[in-house]
């Protein structure tokens, strides 16, 4: 297919509109829940005072602002899927936001006097809160809206999420998925934040601080899913993350995965590996000191789940034997180079699933994909 058929078959696939609005405007369609911004979305929000005290300085000084970008739903109302810092900024300010108390601002570097600002007092004579002018200045202020319309190919509101939130310092890659799961598929989201906090997962993967706070427990549980469904057919060039982000779309999407027994599945799985190892299981493991020491292996996640793939049944009546060949395991020449240091991640995870298959097969036909 020539380029230009390319772009003129997706650009078909994507309608869009826009529309100037003034801030009060679009404090009031919030109010009336005409814009929803999703709980799970809304716990992103994480500007602090310093950012947002800057925000609302560029308002006042009548500095342009970024256009929202929002998805019409099918009842007209419209899902926020860019401007979340902003829009929450604004909305904490104005004493709106749910969930959030407002808080004064801060001086900023062109306007000192906003320190200790509210947006409004007891009365306009009240020193610590704008005055009507302003708050009048603010709410006609403007904004572009631009609007995926739900005539859209399915794809358009993922995409979009996903480009336009990708690249800032705000979300890390598993938060932008899960903010596209929820668009997917609230209730299968759910499901799987509900699996990250079962108990034997959590023990086996004694995750930092900062891993925990950038859903490192949820990359996990995506991972998971991708490894017992996916078929790796992908190029070594591909983005990881778009792999993990565009397969699990997929394996949510299949209208034959039977998820009650996929969830039953997960949760048999970790028992075994938590009961077996406990926060051990996917650490490196020292055959001198006798011994598992260090932080969590990726590696050693992916080759033994992916071993478990076929082969859970027979290891669950042969426990010892698991142990023992998760241990061995860290002296294959072969697992030792694939888990390396320089190797792409798209492609670590695709030879580590097919070593694990063979690694860990017991009966015949066990590394044939499912």
């Known amino acids: 297919m020539l380029l230009q058929e390319q ?89 709106l936001l749910k969930d959030f108390s407002s808080e004064p601002l801060i001086k900023t570097k062109f306007l000192s006097e906003l320190d200790g600002k509210k ?18 200045f603010i709410k006609r202020a403007k904004i572009m809206i631009i609007i995926i319309d739900k005539a859209s190919d399915g794809f358009a509101q993922y995409e979009m999420f996903q480009r336009l939130n990708t690249g800032g310092t705000q979300l890390s890659e598993q938060e932008i998925r899960n903010c596209i799961l929820i668009m997917k598929d609230e209730a299968k989201f759910e499901n799987l934040q509900q699996l990250s906090q079962d108990e034997h997962f959590k023990n086996t993967l004694p995750l930092s601080n900062k891993e925990l706070d950038s859903q490192g427990l949820m990359e996990m549980i995506v991972k998971y899913f991708v490894i017992m469904h996916s078929n790796f057919n992908v190029r070594q060039s591909e983005n990881f993350h778009d792999f993990l982000t565009n397969e699990i ?89 694939s888990k390396g240091q320089g190797i792409r991640a798209v492609t670590r995870i695709k030879n580590l699933h097919t070593f694990g298959q063979e690694y860990y097969c017991v009966t015949a036909g066990c590394t044939n994909e499912s």
């Open 7 to 95: 772009i003129d078959n997706l650009s078909k696939s994507i309608k869009t509109d826009s529309y100037s609005m003034s801030i009060g405007e679009i404090a009031n369609m919030y109010r009336d829940s005409d814009i929803i911004i999703n709980p799970n979305y809304q716990r992103l929000f994480r500007w602090d005072i310093t950012q947002q005290s800057n925000f609302i300085e560029s308002i006042l000084l009548g500095i342009p602002l970024p256009p929202i970008y929002v998805y019409q739903n099918e009842d007209g109302t419209w899902n926020l899927i860019d401007g979340l810092q902003r829009l929450s900024t604004l909305f904490k300010f104005m004493g």
């Open 119 to 136: 947006w409004s007092g007891s009365s306009d004579k009240d020193l610590d809160s704008l005055t009507e002018a302003q708050r009048r």
């Open 249 to 337: 779309i997929l394996i949510l999407d299949d209208p034959n995965m039977n998820f009650e027994e996929e969830i039953d599945r997960f949760r048999l799985t970790f028992k075994l590996i938590d009961e077996l190892l406990g926060e051990s299981a996917f650490k490196s493991y020292d055959a001198e000191a006798e011994k598992f020491t260090g932080k969590v292996l990726v590696g050693a996640y992916e080759a033994i789940l992916s071993g478990l793939k076929n082969n859970l049944e027979y290891y669950l009546q042969h426990k010892e034997l698991l142990k023992q060949k998760i241990k061995d395991m860290h002296k294959d020449s072969y697992f030792i180079d």
